[in-house]
């Protein structure tokens, strides 16, 4: 009985997100469904274990301390939340108070997205 060995690259695995966006149960499946032979013991693995595993075989290396290119409009943004929020508490009237707190939501928002968009 011989084996046959399969050439498998990572585009070949069609994924539609990427690794440390899936659950485990998908990369279980995954590991199971592409049988990858280099994994052994895959169920009782938790899902960050079988994410190194998956990176390790195609060769994958993380950056570590990777630094955001969107960190000083983040770090001003914080800064400019902090100040409206000291304002707020100063500010008398209601419609003041609700335009500062929709500005700062708003910048909450904004500040989540540019640190999603690695």
Known sequence: MSQEVLEMTFESLGLTKPLDKMTAKELRALVVAKKIPSIVGASGMQKEELVVAIKGVFG????????????DQIVNMKRKIREMRVEKTGVEGRQART????KINKLKKRTRRLAAAL
């Open 60 to 71: 994958i290396v993380d950056e570590e301390g990777a630094v955001s290119p969107y960190k």
């Open 99 to 102: 335009q500062l707190r929709r």
